[in-house]
């Protein structure tokens, strides 16, 4: 299914509320409106420095002379125009700011919406909006069709770790690393979403643990947190198994809360509710079970073109739950020297009850 660039532009245009234009310079806001079949190798940035999405007539991409030629090729905006240093290559200005004025001043715009803090000058009214990150919460059926492939790949990941981390005693967190990323690499996914995190023994009691070469021992929790980009898209996958099939009576305890918190706000994630009402649904079960002050982080982030982006499940968060969301759940314990649990699914908000997309096997045997 080809992305309908226009359906963003026109969405877009019908909420200017009296505003010229909106500009964008965020590298997942541009390549949302400008190139997000693109980017091999570069995920999450972008070819392109600014997109203009002007009240009337076609939206415009600023790039360098660097990328002119691919950004010719791959973005979904005719109107592309060049900034560079060099006096012999034809542009519109020495920098993608200088461009940006220009073409401003050339198309009478003189107030805008801005994804960032911009100022350009007197004479141009800025206000900064997050209506662009806000809109790319909700994914249109394109986008799911991406974000599904990527999931696939990614599932198949955890299978083929699951059953290395098992049979796993006396390999390093980083060969574990490697073996998976290869796997998955083997798959033709287009690379990852962010470096796979392998975390064994203690080790998986720090959060965001980066890998070491600590070797694999029995009974360990592992957890292996990882995604894959596939056209552009996203996934985000937690499990976490342990080193010959089974853990310490403590940890096995704490995989069972960790799983049924993780239920708790799936559960939870229905149109109209809030992000906090979300994380508490699986905190005030870890609480209740006494390890609330174990459980470090927020419960889940939206995803997409970008591995975090809006909106966010955490304890502050007010966002309303709304349908098409598309946002991981993944709750955690870790109890500091000994270890920890984590497990994560990506999550759709339909009509109806949450639609769990990762299929990876989470419960423990
Ligand atoms: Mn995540």
């Given at each position: 299914m080809e992305i309908n660039y226009n359906r963003r532009w026109t969405q877009i245009k019908e909420n200017l509320s009296g505003k010229d234009a909106f500009v964008c310079s965020l590298p997942g806001n541009t390549r949302y409106l400008a190139n997000s079949e693109s980017p091999p190798g570069c995920p999450p940035g972008s070819t392109m420095n600014f997109v203009i999405i002007p009240a009337k007539g076609e939206p415009i991409g600023i790039t360098s002379s660097l990328e002119e030629h691919r950004c010719r090729k791959e973005a979904s905006v005719d109107d592309i125009r060049l900034w560079t240093n060099y006096p012999e290559i034809k542009s519109h200005g020495k920098t993608a700011k200088e461009v940006l004025k220009n073409t401003i001043e050339e198309k009478n715009i003189d107030s805008i919406y801005s994804d960032t803090k911009l100022s350009l000058g007197r004479g141009i009214k800025v206000k900064q909006s997050d209506f662009v990150n806000e809109m790319r919460g909700i994914k249109s059926p394109d986008e799911l069709e991406r974000i599904n492939k990527a999931i696939k790949q990614s599932d198949k990941g955890q299978e083929f770790a699951r059953s290395l981390v098992e049979s796993g005693e006396g390999l390093t967190e980083r060969e574990v690393r490697v073996e998976i990323d290869y796997f998955m690499g083997r798959n033709s996914v287009q690379e990852n979403s962010f470096s796979t995190i392998i975390a064994s023994g203690p080790n998986a009691a720090h959060s965001h643990h980066s890998n070491t070469n600590r070797k694999l021992e029995k009974g360990d929790p592992v957890i292996c947190d990882f995604g894959v980009f596939w056209d552009g898209y996203c996934s985000d996958i937690t499990r976490t198994y342990f080193v010959g099939g089974e853990g310490s009576d403590e940890m096995e305890k704490v995989y069972q809360i960790v799983l049924e918190a993780n239920k708790k706000s799936i559960e939870a994630l229905k149109i109209g509710k809030t992000g906090h009402d979300v994380d508490k649904a699986g905190r005030k079960f870890i609480s209740e079970k006494g390890y609330g002050r174990n459980f470090v982080h927020g419960t889940g982030h939206g995803f997409g073109l970008?591995?975090?982006?809006?909106?966010s499940i955490t304890y502050k968060s007010k966002v309303i739950v709304k349908n098409s969301m598309a946002v991981t759940i993944e709750p955690g314990i870790y109890l500091p020297g000994k270890g920890g649990v984590r497990i994560e699914d990506d999550v759709l908000v339909t009509q109806r009850k949450p639609n769990i997309l990762t299929k990876a096997k989470k419960e423990l045997y």
């Open positions: 970008e591995i975090h982006e809006f909106p």
